[in-house]
Each structure stands twice: as C-alpha cells, then as structure tokens.
C-alpha cells in the first residue's frame, strides 16, 4: 500500500538534511532556499526502505512564517518523521507541528534527535528521554545526517511505523489537492499533490475545483517515472494540456466529476486547543486550500464555518483553525451543509442519521456528501426524499384547499415545484391538466344550469371564433368540464 510520510519540527533542526541523508536527494530545490540554508517550500523524495516498498516524502518547512505552508504539506500524509535538535531540544514549532499533525489525525510517527555527534553522550539521553515524553509510544531514534550515524535505524524504525497503518477513505472517488503547479515546455502545466483517493491515469476526465474547469489527464508521473495509473497514497505529478497554470493552483482540488461538493460552508466537530469564540475570524486549512472564514458557534462542540471562498472536502475531513497562532480544528461533519444554527442537526448527522434531518423533499443526490448509504427512516419517491410525515402534513393541506374550492371548479391548480412531478402521483387525488381534484368531483352551478347551457350553445355557433364571457362563475364551471378553452 502507498504511503506518504512528512516532515516536522522547528527550523533548523536538520530535517531537510535528514531527508537527504535517508533519500539521497536534496529537497531544497529553490535559489533562495540554498541560499539561506532554510526550507521555504514544500520539498518532495522517495524513501526506499529495505523490504521493497517505496515511500513518498514531504519536507515541510520549519519557520514560523510558513506554517501555513507546513499544514499544505502534511494534510494527506499518512505517518510523520518528527525532527529534534540533540542540543536544543523541543521549540516553539516543535510543539506546533505536533499539535497540527494531531489535529489532522495524524497520529504514528518515528522520532528522530538529531546531530547526535555534535553533543555529549549525557545531553544524546537526555534529548531521547525528552522525545520519549513529547511523543509517547512512536520509537526514538539519535541519527546524525553529517555522519550517518543511526540512518538506518530509523529506515527500520519507519518500515515499522508504516506497518501499522491502514489508509481510510481511500477507496473513494479521484481526489488529489494541488500543492503545486509549473509549466513545462512542450508539456503544459503540471500538477503534484498526494493522491487522497481513487487512481490516477492517462486519458482520466476530471475537474479542478472550485472553477469547475474540466480538464483530460495527458500522462502521471510518481516520483519522476510515468506510470499507467498512480493510486491513493503515492506522490503524482499529472500532466493536463490546454490548462493554464493560473487555473491549478496550491490549494484547488483535482477531482472526480460530481463525487465531491463545493461549498461555502463547512459542518464541523470542533477539536479546540484554545477557546474559540463565536463569531472569531479565522483562516482554515482544509487539503491544500487555506481560506478566511467566520466561525459560528452551534451548541458547545460544534460550529459552522463560513468561508470567503469555495472549497472541497468530504464528511470525515480533518481541518485546521488558525488565527496568529494554531488555534484548533475540526473533523467535517457535513461538508455542504445548508446555512443553520441547529444542534439536533449537527448531532444527526455526525451519528449518521441524516434522515432524521430530512422533512420537505430534498434531492437524494444533496445528502450523498453525508451518507455512507441509503438513508433511513425517509420516504423516496424518483430522485426525492422526505418524511412521512411531511407526506401526511402536505396531503391534509391539500385536502383542506381542494374542500374549500369554489363549487364551479372544485381543483387547486398544481403545486409548481420541482419534485411535484414525482411526490403528487402518492397522493389521493387526481390530476386534470394542471390542477388537482379529489376522486370523482365535478363541477356545481346550482340553479345556473340552463344559462350555462345556453352559453355552450352560444360558443358552439361561434365556431373558431373567440367569445368574450363577463360571467367568470359560468367562465369557470365550463372550463372545469373541459368545454371552455380560457384564451387569456
């Protein structure tokens, strides 16, 4: 199974030295990165572990001005390699990173200390006992990328870490978030992301998300080599001829056609590491996207999230809330969820009981996003759902307005609705034209009988001709038995 493992830890703790001491190739791929010495972007290699299977890397940069590109680099990953300073021990982003990892569910990972030949053997024990106590239960590694000191043991340290792991959701539709996008000559503009679901291959028909712009894959390369089809887990590199690199960048989605929604808002249970308060601006992280939004507060562990702009996730997405500082996250609950201020909704929906929310029609395909199934405990009736009893409340109501119809023309014209085409042929009544009757009416004129027939034999002698009838009450019982045609 593919896997993609990252990078954390405060900057200038070696971690991009790591990578190149266990991959053999250099992440700094920027002028001004080799420059200064630091990491800026996010950086990319393959990990050969010695039983054969391949690892995708994301070194992600250490600086506090770039946390927001370290939390593009780790959604998606699927186990960490957390770096610490032998000699400086755990700092603020240290802290920070794995207070993120946590947030997006992150939660098997090797340890390893690094520039173990540049301290004592004391202050080597103690940096371990410190990692030991930051991250209990992932193993510990001293490693020094300058002599090579421990590089192996943590390769088998890793291959152990990725043992335990089991990709969820994979199995879904084509979703790869764009984490970058460049253009080369003769090729066109090409995209990298870690493919989250579903497979990858020429010839693909997909959209990037949120523009919607419909694209056709030309080929996919994993770490440099074309492949037929990349699947879930691996780092991809896909080609899309005649798509401006302005129209994929960081932060849209390449999807499946219909399989994920675009939406404003996001359902979310709340996972806060310091209070957040309703109405608080924040930005959220969701996949590669980070967008301004406003939290509204729903009950004591949910909120909606109201976002400045579109994004694509799916129920059971983890996202990050950050304002100066990481400020919580949350596990999407609904991902186009209606605008709502409603606890009962949000605790029906994250127990899966979507049908219990459902009362009016509303299109089966709109609840798609937060079922894993059919629903339960709703009526169906073409592509609608709704309640029985939102069925019986409606037929009561249209009883009551067919009953009190005028006696001339005892119908209430049909409802103009969408689903009506697909709900009315359960109720009692019958359809003539474009109104509905109860079984059996017919048009009453009283005592009125003789003039309306004296106004039939009117219009037989008129022919083609058009009448004009000031009488609406005779205008309306002939037209109710379908011997008057009104032209306006």
């Known amino acids: 199974m593919p896997l993609t493992i990252g990078t954390a830890g405060h900057i200038d703790h070696g971690k991009t030295w790591l990578v190149r001491a266990l991959t053999g190739k250099d992440t700094d791929r920027l002028p001004e990165e080799q420059r200064r010495g630091i990491s800026i972007d996010l950086g990319y290699a ?26 593009a680099g780790a959604t998606g990953i699927d186990l960490f390699l957390l770096v610490v300073d032998a000699g400086e021990g755990p700092r603020p982003q240290t802290y920070e990173h794995l207070a993120i990892l946590r947030l997006l569910g992150i939660e098997r990972g090797v340890v390893a200390v690094t520039k173990a030949d540049a301290v004592d053997e004391e202050t080597l024990e103690l940096a371990v006992e410190v990692a030991q106590e930051l991250v209990p239960g992932s193993e510990i590694v001293a490693v020094s990328a300058r002599t090579g000191v421990g590089i192996d043991e943590l390769r088998g340290a890793i291959a152990r870490a990725a043992d335990g792991i089991e990709r969820v959701g994979s199995e879904g539709p084509t979703r790869l978030y764009v984490d970058r996008s460049f253009t080369l000559r003769g090729i066109g503009t090409v995209v990298t992301g870690t493919l989250w679901s579903g497979m990858i291959g020429a010839g693909d028909e997909l959209v990037v998300q949120p523009s919607g712009k ?16 990349a699947e879930a887990g691996q780092r991809v590199a896909v080609s899309l001829p005649g798509v401006e690199r302005s129209e994929a960048l960081r932060g849209d989605a390449l999807v499946q056609r219909g399989a994920y929604p675009v939406s404003y808002r996001l359902d979310v249970e709340l ?17 590669t996207a980070h967008v301004a939004a406003r939290v509204v507060r729903v009950g004591e562990h949910w909120a909606q999230l109201r976002l400045a702009a579109p994004v694509v996730t799916a129920r059971g997405d983890r996202v990050v809330l950050r304002a100066s500082t990481t400020l919580g996250g949350g596990r999407v609950i609904d991902p186009a969820p209606p605008r709502h201020r409603d606890v009962e909704r949000l605790e029906l929906v994250a127990r899966g009981s979507v049908g219990a929310t459902v009362h009016a029609p509303v299109p089966l395909a709109s609840l798609r996003f937060v079922l894993d199934g059919e629903p339960e405990g709703v009526e169906r009736a073409g592509s609608w759902v709704f309640s029985r009893d939102w069925l019986h409340g409606f037929e009561r109501e249209l009883r009551a307005a067919i009953e009190s119809a005028d006696s001339t023309d005892p119908g209430v014209p049909m409802p103009s609705v969408a689903w009506a085409g697909d709900v009315l042929p359960l109720l009692p009544f019958e359809r003539r034209g474009a109104k509905l009757y109860l079984p059996g009416a017919v048009a009453s004129i009283g005592a009125r009988v003789e003039e309306a027939e004296r106004l039939v034999r009117d219009l037989d002698a008129a022919g083609l001709r058009a009448v004009k009838i000031e009488d609406d009450e005779l205008a309306r019982f002939l037209e109710a038995r379908g011997e008057l045609v009104r032209l306006g």
Not at 215 to 221: I, L
């Open 271 to 287: 996972d806060e590491l310091e209070p957040i308060r309703d109405g608080a601006r924040v930005h959220v992280h969701a996949g």
């Open 214 to 229: 419909e694209v056709r894959v030309r080929s996919v390369q994993v770490h440099d080599r074309e492949v037929e089809r």
């Open 46 to 71: 393959p990990l050969e572990l010695e039983d054969g299977r391949r690892l995708s890397v994301v070194d992600v940069p250490g600086h506090e001005r770039f946390v927001r590109t370290m939390v």
